[in-house]
């Protein structure tokens, strides 16, 4: 039986980290590290066991049995694109084989922790790139448009002037995080989408970056040094998660990726309310 997990959209700092994503009952989707976790509870079985050990250990795998379950439920909240959840793909029989297998591959984080009621929690996580590679479409031809200043697939060090990165500031707008959100100019066009950037490099990192503030994005990795800064002027899609960018501002950022590679090297990091 599916249960109803509270969720809140969250933009605030968890454990001194940015969090950017959907805290539920039972576990979180984080959107920053790019990280699913679930929360896992295991009784003691009403059984006749010879020793506490055993009976630890029964329970321990009850809550692991409860934590993939879980995740399962969680991972079906996340947002894919614009107009696709989980929950949506879920219904192709394909990517639920690949979904459930992904899950089973996850690992426990931190320690199990003992309950006054004698009951075991344990917290597992799956990578948010395992979804990616499941969902992404297959690798397309990267635009060729990426000039002699061009950097490799990945966050390197700029030269003096180098453009690192592309900071949009959606604040205000309730836009809301997804895996593969896209940038529209005014006119609906496509100014960063899956033909924009590496695929590969896509599924590892993200196609997109979040933050809250202007200050921790121009300290994130992806973006950090000397990144073009725009105002985002709108959302688009029914999930809210497209930005939209004055027509003004798209000339500086296709230069940007023609000197330097910043779509192609997905550093792009929105800030969000």
Known sequence: MIRIFTTVIITSFLAGQGFVGQQFDNGSINYSDRKIQATGIGAIPDIALTNAAQARRAALRIAKVDAMRNLVEIVNGITVDSETTMSDAMFDDVIKT??????????????????????IEVVYEVPMSGISEIMMPPPTPVSESVGAGGLESGLSAPTTGAVTGLIIDARGLGVRPAMSPQVLDQNGGIV???????????????V?????????????????GNPLIVKAVAT???NKTDVVIGNSDIMKIKSADSSYGVLRDC???IILD
Do not use: F
């Not at 690949?98 to 009951?119: C, E, F, H, N, P």
């Not at 979040?210 to 992806?222: G, V």
């Open 192 to 206: 960063y989408g899956p033909n924009n950037y590496d695929r590969k490099y896509a599924v590892t990192n993200g």
């Open 98 to 119: 690949k979904v459930r297998g992904m899950i089973r591959g996850a690992v426990q984080v931190g320690d199990v922790k003992y309950l006054s009621d004698t009951s």
């Open 267 to 269: 550093r792009v990091l």
């Open 236 to 238: 688009a899609g029914t």
């Open 208 to 224: 997109a970056g979040y933050s809250k503030t202007p200050e921790s994005a121009s300290k994130d990795q992806r973006v950090m």
